[in-house]
């Protein structure tokens, strides 16, 4: 009596349909998570390449501003009247060298943040011309080309201006006056 044991052909085709669907739910479920891995993998690589690219510029950063103050602190301590200029056309950064050369009253500090308009009267106040000074400065920022020792006359020396233009990697254009004796 095995013929009785085994499952007619309708049995073993629900059998086999009910284990076939069993196995596309399975393969439903795990395509599902395959996928929702594969997103999980790809936001997470997204996240860390952000935090790297964050990381590396925070590095810069730092890098840059210890190079700076490193400049900054150099630009002190030079015999040259230096002025850098934001590239907006404030006074981003001045030494006393250049107070002194002009014969400008205070600290440099006073002057952070002016509009290099509104500053470049005070540098005229010790030339014989102080419109045509004004103008001419002020025609050298419009060119932006940069010039090396062009002579200032002064009322009781020359100087000579140098006016550079430093062009940072972001695209970004500080003016750099430089004024000298010699």
Do not use: C
Not at 2 to 27: F, V, W, Y
Not at 81 to 93: D, F, K, P, R, S
């Amino acid at each position: 009596d095995r013929d009785s044991e085994l499952p007619t052909a309708q049995a073993t085709t629900e059998i086999l349909n009910s284990t076939m669907a069993g196995i596309r739910d399975n393969q439903a479920t795990l395509e599902a998570q395959v996928d929702r891995l594969s997103k999980t993998v790809k936001y997470l690589e997204s996240r860390n390449r952000t935090l790297q690219d964050e990381y590396d510029r925070l590095l810069w950063l730092v890098n840059s501003s210890t190079n700076r103050l490193r400049l900054l602190a150099i630009i002190d301590h030079i015999h040259e009247g230096v002025l850098i200029e934001t590239e907006h056309g404030n006074v981003a950064y001045l030494n006393q060298e250049l107070l002194d050369l002009f014969g400008i009253p205070g600290k440099p500090s006073d002057y952070l943040g002016t509009s290099v308009v509104e500053y470049f009267p005070k540098l005229a106040k010790n030339v014989d011309d102080p419109q045509a000074f004004v103008q001419e400065a002020l025609a050298i920022i419009a060119r932006g080309l940069d010039i090396f020792d062009e002579p200032v006359e002064l009322k009781d020396l020359t100087i000579y201006r140098t006016y550079l233009n430093l062009r940072h990697g972001d695209g970004t254009v500080e003016p750099v006056w430089i004024h000298s004796r010699t």
